[in-house]
């Protein structure tokens, strides 16, 4: 069971907008940047946020992160169907002093 | 841009020691201003961080792997490696090699870097 939960899977329709949620508490993600990533089948995850809320180098605009307390939240709109993937967050726990990691979402682009 | 790959048995022993290496290319593990360090994902599931190191010195390791684990880097061959010792069944998974940002001296900010995957099987 991972620290940061993170919903099984999310759904939406191509155009539409879905958001995933990430929520921890003041030891990780309340404290700490928080990190977004996107895995397709079979391939390594790929850094789409960085620092809560800044896109890695290449990461189109339609992908954003924010922060509240002790919950993140990946958005993304004007879905693709290339966009269905697992999306993980991460950061670090200041009294574990270990990197983690949420369970990841599944993303359905209906 | 930096580009890594794992290398190492595919097949591992229970009870035995599993060793990966990761291969650094398009820069210098030494100047870089990354933690490297290896993350695991079993068939099917989802992430696991194993731990990482700073060539300049610090090591960080899961709470559930330590005391099993080490990660080593050897600057003048560009590489770094994990050691995890004793493992089981449940070692069975894709490792990937990792370069991660970081803040206020160790606080990992993200995983800028991967490398493709590995995957260890360890028959049970």
């Known amino acids: 069971q991972s620290v940061l939960t993170q919903p099984p899977s999310v759904s939406a329709a191509p155009g539409q907008k879905v958001t995933i949620s990430c929520s921890g508490s003041?030891?990780?993600?309340?404290?700490?940047?928080v990190s977004w990533y996107q895995q397709f089948p079979g391939t390594a995850p790929k850094l789409l946020i960085y620092?809560?809320?800044k896109r890695f180098s290449g990461i189109p605009d339609r992908f954003s992160g924010s922060k509240s307390g002790t919950s993140a939240t990946l958005g993304i709109i004007g879905l693709q169907t290339g966009d269905e993937a697992d999306y993980y967050c991460?950061?670090?726990?200041?009294?574990?002093?270990?990197?983690?990691f949420g369970g990841g979402t599944k993303l359905t682009v209906l | 841009q930096l580009q890594l790959r794992e290398s190492g048995p595919g097949l591992g022993k229970a009870s035995e020691t599993l060793s990966l290496t990761c291969t650094v290319s398009?820069?210098?593990?030494?100047?870089?201003?990354?933690?490297w360090g290896w993350i695991r994902q079993p068939p099917g599931k989802g992430l696991e961080w194993i731990g990482s190191?700073?060539?300049?010195?610090?090591?960080y390791y899961s709470p559930s792997l330590r005391g099993r684990v080490t990660i080593s880097v050897d600057t003048s061959q560009n590489q770094f490696s994990l050691k995890l010792n004793s493992v089981t069944a449940a070692d069975t998974a894709v490792y990937y090699c990792?370069?991660?940002?970081?803040?206020?001296?160790?606080?990992?900010?993200?995983?800028?870097?991967w490398g493709q995957g590995t995957l260890v099987t360890v028959p049970s």
């Open positions: 990792a370069g991660l940002d970081f803040w206020n001296g160790n606080h990992i900010r993200s995983v800028d870097y």
């Open positions: 398009g820069g210098s593990i030494r100047s870089s201003t990354y933690y």
């Open positions: 190191v700073f060539v300049g010195g610090g090591a």
């Open positions: 003041s030891s990780n993600i309340g404290n700490n940047y």
């Open positions: 620092d809560d809320y």
């Open positions: 991460a950061t670090w726990d200041s009294s574990l002093t270990a990197v983690i």
